[in-house]
């Protein structure tokens, strides 16, 4: 029940380290295909195309798993002889990150831009989240009949994102509304329609009780509510809070007796190791203990530890798959659909009979801020740098011109200099992972990993101001997992890209969008709001104010929003009952000269609510694409489950009424019409 698990050799039961993360690809193992940040891969709008992602990046764990049991199984003759405390202790410990139990996806919501660990997961819709999670998910367990590829631990269970500095004692204050509205659907969605393996409980505490220890959650909810039959781990130090932080137990072995008992299986940690005295007290029984075992060998059992490996067919996937072309090849086609075209007043895509570009940025030739946290090891990688001048015929020159979050301009005059010389400036800016992350990672933050201002850090403003005076065409692209305040970046460049942290590839897909050889479709699962003083209070976890469903002033960017080099048409929206809820159909067109994938996007919004409800909420989506002058027929099926009202007490009531319904390419909001000249079609529905 402790994370480093020794072998037992008596029952043949070999050593087994369960913390592994694949995040966005296999983490912290070596060699490892490396995909876009989950933010990005949200950008993408494409859950089966998430779910193929996930289905390799199972492959490689699956493949790293098998390599490790070649010389550190249970047969290993070098430490046959060795007592299982020493030698099993050693082998565990050898499992590290090449396990078969994934400690992903993140599907916390980005409720706000300053937390340092948004970039992690999919943004700020429920619904979103949970679509992509129950894709993410499905794809690492596979869909065999008897055996799982991979465990898939959707975290942080529950009310999880921030501040970091307080995470190990902070107490979420959340109403009962919100809790069901916006912070559990996707972990619903997950355990009942994607069937996760195990589900990792929070650091934090939810309205006074410690997540890890908590019955309401991990009992009442998870478990009897929604019929989770897995197993729950801790997050790491997890139990350890709950007498050091959170002071609700008065030493470790009760903390430990408090989480077994509400249902926390497996410790990442070494709190666990007091309940041996714990039952010798009779201050936990067997049988508890015996019911955390049980959940925990049927997860092995499950990934066909025990079997012989000609069994289980996942066991002949080999070394081969890592890092594979087709891998490669998958990396590259999520970088380039999870940028998001912000501006563009007809700079892009540049002309490659340009003479000279100038590179220039902290986050230019970056190869973290390619790689996110949570990363593998790419064997080759491709930089904003490296992708323009390995695509474009022309001279390329290079320079940082301001480091990425200190306060100086040592680099201003060169950068001064190059651009004027260049025939347009490509400009590098944004954060990094070691800026924002988690506490203990981002070690340049100021925050422990979170943001005390949306600005842009250092003097990068400063330098954008100073190139958009030498008047050369300006194309910003922006790498960061979480929005900033680009109202400077938006007023200055002819062209601002958000590029996110791309994966190994992401400098190539950069480049192909700066020069037109793909079309931009990534849309914003997050919003982008015009400054921090937009933002509630980063404590408050109330979601008033908060995300495009209740914002209370217009954004710069909304959720949704995106720009494409072609343009769309569409028409014909029609809605039709069904048994199960409402059928919404609209036929979309490609009006312009060029190909490109359009995310379709559904919402609906209702009236006359007795209680506050989201301005409208997404409930629909699906990218496409069309070749120029071609059509397609979008359908997507919205559960009656979506029209419900969640009320005051959390319980969701379905209640006759007017909804508006709408189809396009954006939000129905007022902000995202500016920006893109396009309305949404709108279709009234009455629920009897």
């Not at 490689?60 to 405390?85: F, M, Q």
Request: glycine residues 10%.
């Amino acid at each position: 029940m402790i994370h480093q698990a020794r072998r037992i050799s008596r029952l043949d039961i070999p050593a087994y380290n369960w913390w592994n993360e694949c995040l966005h690809g296999v983490g912290r193992a070596g060699i490892a295909t490396v995909f876009p940040q989950p933010i990005g891969m949200a950008a993408m709008f494409d859950e089966p195309f998430l779910k193929e992602i996930a289905s390799a990046i199972s492959d490689e764990v699956r493949a790293k798993y098998n390599e490790a049991i070649g010389w550190n199984g249970p047969g290993s003759k070098l430490l046959k002889a060795v007592p299982d405390a020493v030698g099993g202790w050693f082998l565990a410990q050898k499992y590290w990150y090449r396990g078969l139990t994934c400690w992903s996806p993140n599907i916390n919501i980005f409720r706000d831009p300053r937390w340092g660990r948004g970039h992690e997961t999919y943004g700020e819709d429920p619904f979103l989240t949970g679509r992509l999670g129950v894709a993410f998910v499905q794809g690492l367990q596979g869909d065999h009949p008897d055996y799982l590829k991979v465990a898939a631990t959707p975290k942080h269970f529950a009310v999880h994102s921030g501040p970091e500095k307080k995470r190990h004692g902070f107490n979420a204050i959340v109403n009962q509304k919100d809790l069901y509205e916006t912070y559990f659907p996707a972990f619903k969605a997950c355990v009942q329609e994607g069937k996760a393996a195990s589900v990792m409980s929070a650091y934090n505490a939810v309205n006074g009780e410690p997540c890890s220890a908590s019955v309401e959650l991990l009992q009442k909810i998870l478990r009897e509510e929604w019929g989770f039959d897995g197993y729950v781990v801790s997050d790491c130090g997890a139990i350890h809070d709950i007498h050091t932080h959170h002071k609700k137990a008065k030493n470790y072995r009760a903390a430990a007796v408090l989480a077994v008992n509400a249902g926390c299986d497996l410790n990442c940690g070494g709190t666990f190791k007091f309940l041996k005295s714990a039952v010798s007290k009779g201050l936990v029984t067997e049988g508890i203990l015996d019911r955390s075992v049980q959940r925990l060998f049927e997860t092995r059992i499950r990934l066909g530890m025990f079997d012989p490996p000609e069994k289980v067919p996942y066991n002949s996937i080999g070394p081969e798959v890592i890092d594979s072309p087709a891998h490669r090849s998958l990396a590259l086609e999520a970088a380039r659909r999870s940028m998001v075209l912000l501006k563009n007043n007809g700079l892009l895509p540049l002309n490659k009979g340009l003479k000279k570009l100038a590179a220039i940025g902290p986050n230019a030739d970056s190869l973290a801020v390619l790689l996110g946290n949570y990363n593998g090891t790419p064997s080759a990688y491709t930089t904003a740098l490296d992708g323009i001048r390995n695509h474009y015929a022309g001279e390329t020159v290079y320079t940082k011109g301001c480091h990425l979050a200190r306060d100086n301009r040592k680099g201003f005059a060169e950068a001064e200099r190059i651009a004027k010389a260049a025939d347009a400036v490509v400009l590098c800016l944004g954060l990094s992972p070691e800026i924002e992350g988690e506490q203990g990672d981002a070690f340049n933050s100021a925050a422990s990993g979170d943001r005390l201002s949306l600005k842009l850090p250092g003097a990068q403003e400063e330098l954008l101001e100073l190139l958009s005076q030498t008047g050369k065409p300006l194309i910003v692209a922006l790498f960061a997992g979480s929005p900033l305040d680009l109202r400077k970046v938006d007023q200055l460049a002819n062209a601002v890209i958000q590029v996110w942290y791309p994966g190994q590839d992401g400098g190539q897909a950069l480049a192909e969008i700066l020069f037109g050889d793909f079309n931009p479709s990534g849309r914003l699962p997050v919003t982008f709001v015009r400054s921090d003083e937009d933002l509630p209070p980063f404590e408050d976890y109330s979601m008033e104010g908060r995300s495009y469903r209740y914002l209370e002033n217009p954004p710069l960017y909304p959720f949704g929003f995106g720009l494409s080099y072609t343009s769309f048409e569409y028409s014909d929206f029609t809605l039709d009952d069904d048994k199960d809820g409402v059928s919404a159909s609209v036929l979309v067109e490609n009006t312009g000269a060029r190909a490109g994938g359009e995310v379709v996007q559904f919402y609906l919004k209702r009236h006359g609510a007795p209680i506050p409800v989201p301005h409208f909420q997404l409930c629909g989506f699906k990218r496409i694409e069309l070749a120029p002058g071609q059509s397609e027929q979008v359908t997507v099926e919205i559960p009656l489950s979506m029209l419900e009202m969640v009320g005051e007490d959390g319980i969701s009531r379905r209640e006759p009424g007017r909804f508006t319904f709408c189809a396009g390419g954006q939000q129905p909001d007022q902000r995202s019409a500016e920006l893109t000249g396009k309305k949404v079609l709108a279709r009234e529905y009455h629920l009897p």
